[in-house]
T-cell receptor
Framework: LAKTTQPISMDSYEGQEVNITCSHN???????ITWYQQFPSQGPRFIIQ???TKVTNEVASLFIPADRKSSTLSLPRVSLSDTAVYYC??????????????FGQGTILTVHP | GAVVSQHPSRVICKSGTSVKIECRSL??????MFWYRQFPKQSLMLMAT?????????EQGVEKDKFLINHASLTLSTLTVTSAHPEDSSFYIC???????????FGQGTRLTVV
């Protein structure tokens, strides 16, 4: 059973807000939700992480409803350089599986001029 | 943020030869590092967990005799692809966690092409 489900691809235009939703119906109590960004031929880069409600940093916001069965990554005013693959991960903060990340298929975001 | 560096960034080798990839944590110590493999247009797949001072643990289906992992210091893990074949051509990525952090820091990846 996949840990997370995301749309395979999304298209947007420069200056628009992009929201990518991820489903994680089987999230456990001690799981965090983390989003990574990956450009072609590069390793993933951390974007944002949260446990519940809303988290905001300088590049994105993460919205998590009370039941935590989904989450939405919000990218404000995207630019061409935001074209990348975005991965939503659900991982335990500790335990024997700590650090072993399970990547789903990710969402290919394409930003058009 | 923390920096994880891989070397080389790309390598081409002949079939049957071995290739070593290095993963270094530049500004923190990492007792555990992780190795992933990514085929074109696919997601990252965890290959193994590299443990400083002890044997690596491999995911199911990953040949430990083919993918040799050595984690001899708190800042360096190496992955050696032995007797490489064209099907081993892939993008290899390492990651590490800094103590107290819950997000992973990834290397820039190594593109291996076996001809």
């Amino acid at each position: 059973l996949a840990k997370t489900t995301q749309p395979i691809s999304m298209d947007s235009y420069e200056g628009q807000e992009v929201n990518i939703t991820c489903s994680h119906n089987n999230i456990a109590t001690n799981d965090y939700i983390t989003w990574y960004q990956q450009f072609p031929s590069q390793g993933p880069r951390f974007i944002i992480q949260g446990y519940k409600t809303k988290v905001t940093n300088e590049v994105a916001s993460l919205f998590i409803p009370a039941d935590r069965k989904s989450s939405t990554l919000s990218l404000p005013r995207v630019s061409l350089s935001d074209t990348a693959v975005y991965y939503c991960l659900v991982e335990a903060a500790g335990g024997t599986s700590y650090g072993k990340l399970t990547f789903g298929q990710g969402t290919i975001l394409t930003v058009h001029p | 943020g923390a920096v994880v560096s891989q070397h080389p960034s790309r390598v081409i080798c002949k079939s049957g030869t071995s290739v070593k990839i290095e993963c270094r944590s530049l500004d923190f110590q990492a007792t555990t590092m992780f190795w992933y493999r990514q085929f074109p247009k696919q997601s990252l797949m965890l290959m193994a967990t590299s443990n400083e001072g002890s044997k690596a643990t491999y995911e199911q289906g990953v040949e430990k005799d083919k993918f040799l992992i050595n984690h001899a210091s708190l800042t360096l893990s190496t992955l050696t692809v032995t007797s490489a074949h064209p099907e081993d051509s892939s993008f290899y990525i390492c990651s590490a966690f800094r103590t107290g952090d819950t997000e992973a820091f990834f290397g820039q990846g190594t593109r291996l092409t076996v001809v």
